[in-house]
């Protein structure tokens, strides 16, 4: 008989302890992560959570499961905060406030390459060129691209295209291009306004006025009018733009931040300034992991989000936070610049901070509206299929094809506040009879839960089949064999007239008993959770279908031609940086690619536009 561990011992560990700053980790019996903080001085910020002094029942909750606590020792309390923040992000403790993870901030990209390009980027940087931002949403980076185009005139097209364009686009017509992509615009005219268009959104308006102006005043002594005006239109919105940026006489660039609570619920509201343009709000709703004092929450936003992300020079804060001495050193050091924190302002800072307030309330009281509506349909799910507890994991199975064509089959997750894309995942049907519908379910399902029998993966609580008897007696014969007996299946057959609202549901006895079939109508709350993620199903099996229908499509055109093998159809498409530019490129430009003759290149073109078949003969590569 094993003894039970001893509780640890916090006073005796805190002996051992230097004064150096670094991080702490708390651990539970089973080894998981309970808490990471930081500390200026380990000792004593460890020695004050086994104080005899009142603590929050939170805090004591978590000190009632430590089993046992690390240190890592750093050279500074800077050095303490960015590896406290990747312990946060990496470990994800119960206790800590988390900042749900986004790779999704969209950027400015000005590329590095000859005639570089500006357009949105959102993703891993690694394109190489210039990143501007973040910016709070895609609107915002819409917003200053359109600006751009209208300033400096760059180019926004895929390289692919603009390595194979013949006569100008759209974007050189309307004034919005100055068509490098056909020559017209010198090399070094086109570097000027790459370079101008970087001080623009470096924020050096004023230097990038006082440029323009002697450029315009040195074209009308050389009596080149156009281009005398057309500096003068630059300049002019330019002036415009400052002023209405201008904040309290300065240009702005700072982030304001607001944190609104109710229960464990939080909202953090961002309203961004750069180089005097407001930006507009993005929201975000950390995850409380219980606490619920607004300060912390907003103190752990600030230290993870700008922990990755690129400073301003002000951030503004609602409301006081601790170590933020700590904060604006870290973030100094980081950005090369003085960064400084505030919470208290004046005049129109003030007024944009009040702003943001109102905007971080509402917006909570929308989520948790949004929230309650989720929770009464999972709550009209349980009663309406007679569940013990709420389903916590919803699976939705979905087939989709065009005349058995590319069949691909959709599983979507939904939890109990919404869907789970993380986890969503589609299925290349392969080895049927094309447009057996009962086949393509019968494999998606059985890759789906053989995988989580031998891997012993997560099971939904419920389990949708779109479709009908067919579909679900494929689901059940797979959960059959699999010997899985934990979730509930319901099938979705569309009504008569496939009206929303007249769906029934399927459900199927137990044992070979009958089922039973439920026709809960339009108004209930559980049928339409049903539908929303039935649709969900279907949207992402479609999109899954189109894409691998059309990509069949490109590749047979190319591999169908007589002559065109892998190595040479690798070369084409690497060449023309795919199909697209392939199909723009003439007959003479498609020869220029190594290995392939004149005669080869006139089949090549043909075939892409329609000329003439493929061929039937195949050539050795």
Known sequence: MSTPPLPFDGKAFVRGLSTAPGVYRMFAADDSVLYVGKAGALKKRVASYFSNTPKASRTLAMLAQVARMDVTVTRSEAEALLLENQLIKSLKPRYNVLLRDDKSYPYVLLTQEPWPRISLHRGPRNVPGRYFGPYPSVVAVRETLNLMHKLFKLRSCEDSVFRNRSRPCLQYQIGRCTAPCVGLVQARDYAQDVRRATLFLEGRSDELSDELNKAMEAASERLDFEEAARLRDQVTMIRKLQARQYVEGQVADMDLLACAMQGSQACVLLLAFRDGRNLGTRSFFPRTNGSDNPAEVLAAFVSQYYAELPPPREIILDRE????????????TAAGRRVQLKTSVRGDRAGYLDLARRNAQMTLATELGSQAAQRARVESLREMLGLADLPQRLECFDISHTMGEATVASCVVFDAEGPVRSQYRRYNIAGIEPGDDYAAMHQALERRFRRAVEEDGVLPDVLLIDGGAG?????????????????????????????PGDETLLLPGADGQPGRELRPGGASPGLQLVQQVRDEAHRFAITGHRGRRQKARNSSRLEDIAGIGPRRRASLLKHFGGLGGLKNASADE???????????????YATLHGLQGPGAERLPD
């Open 321 to 332: 936070i601790e170590d933020v001495e700590l904060l604006q050193e870290a973030f100094s």
């Open 471 to 499: 579909q679900v007696a494929q689901a059940r014969a797979v959960l059959a064999e699999l010997g899985i007996t934990g979730p509930v299946l319901v099938g979705v057959a569309k009504g008569e007239a496939r009206r």
């Open 590 to 604: 498609i020869a220029h690619v190594e290995g392939v003759s004149s005669a080869l290149a006139e089949r090549i």
